[in-house]
């Protein structure tokens, strides 16, 4: 299967993207979406919404995320 990797956490998707993400998942059969979990209660609610939108839930992948860094240590890490 063909597996998009979204790399940002659960809290920071916006409902509207997460829409267009269900639309690409049903228009491309045998595709997954994984994303960050934070925080853990996430996944549920990912799989909740994805069925609300006609996208089985296991279609939705949903990885532990361990944040611990700040966006300025990610901008130099980027910048190096």
Known sequence: ???YA???TTTQIRPH???IWMQVLKRVPGTRL???QFPAESE???HRRARQR???ASRIE???CYCVYSWQEVLVWGLS
């Open 17 to 19: 993207v997460f829409d």
């Open 6 to 8: 979204l790399f940002t």
């Open 62 to 64: 949903v990885s532990v």
């Open 34 to 36: 994984r994303m960050l």
């Open 1 to 3: 299967y063909l597996l």
């Open 44 to 46: 549920s609610r990912l």
């Open 54 to 56: 006609g996208v089985e």
